[in-house]
């Protein structure tokens, strides 16, 4: 008796089973550059940010205040978003939030999710002793965001800008 020359069931679970092997490799290899992409392009979003921030100054002569508590940008009216969404007095806003930016919460979020914190430091004073703990810009603002890998220093619901967060202004 002559077989038919298609696949079997082992064939296929075979075939299917080596598509997977296949698949998790390329997900897997693929995930730090993804991971690396996203943080370029966090660091990119704050250093422009930045520069919004320092047209705003010029025009206002001081930086815009910041959200206290935990600094989480938010689109409250008067919040950072609303005054930065604003027309300045060269009639054009000083930076464009896009609607991909902005998550159901109404907050400014990084790709990872992770929301823009923003810190008005202009008054306060430097410790007696300087640490790692302690580095902020004591003359302007800072800025910082969890990048990939930082969850553990970067809390979402944290007050204080992360020293070992690694999407910062500093």
Same mark, same amino acid.
């Given at each position: 008796m002559?077989?038919d020359?298609?696949?079997?069931? #082992?064939?296929l679970?075979i075939?299917?089973f080596?598509?997977?092997?296949?698949?998790?490799?390329?997900? *897997?290899t693929?995930?730090?550059?993804r991971?690396r992409?996203?943080?370029?392009?966090?660091q990119?979003?704050?250093?422009?940010?930045?520069?919004?921030?320092k047209a705003?100054e010029?025009?206002f002569?001081?930086?815009?205040p910041?959200?206290?508590?935990n600094?989480?940008t *938010?689109g409250r009216?008067?919040s950072?978003?609303?005054?930065?969404?604003?027309l300045?007095?060269k009639?054009?806003?000083?930076y464009?939030f896009r609607?991909d930016?902005?998550?159901?919460?109404?907050r400014?979020?990084?790709? #990872?999710?992770?929301?823009y914190?923003?810190r008005?430091n202009a008054?306060?004073?430097?410790p007696? *002793?300087?640490?790692?703990?302690t580095?902020?810009?004591?003359?302007? #603002?800072?800025?910082?965001?969890?990048?990939?890998?930082?969850?553990?220093?970067?809390?979402?619901?944290t007050?204080?800008?992360?020293t070992?967060?690694?999407?910062?202004?500093?």
């Amino acid at each position: 008796m002559r077989r038919d020359a298609g696949l079997t069931t #082992f064939d296929l679970v075979i075939m299917i089973f080596i598509l997977a092997v296949v698949a998790w490799f390329v997900i *897997t290899t693929g995930s730090p550059d993804r991971c690396r992409s996203k943080h370029s392009v966090g660091q990119a979003t704050i250093q422009d940010f930045s520069v919004a921030l320092k047209a705003y100054e010029t025009d206002f002569g001081a930086y815009p205040p910041d959200e206290p508590g935990n600094y989480i940008t *938010t689109g409250r009216k008067g919040s950072l978003i609303d005054l930065l969404s604003r027309l300045g007095p060269k009639r054009i806003p000083y930076y464009e939030f896009r609607k991909d930016q902005i998550d159901s919460k109404g907050r400014w979020v990084t790709l #990872f999710g992770s929301p823009y914190k923003y810190r008005l430091n202009a008054g306060r004073q430097p410790p007696a *002793t300087p640490s790692p703990e302690t580095m902020i810009n004591f003359h302007s #603002f800072d800025m910082w965001a969890s990048g990939c890998g930082d969850a553990p220093a970067c809390d979402l619901e944290t007050s204080e800008p992360a020293t070992k967060a690694t999407m910062k202004n500093w």
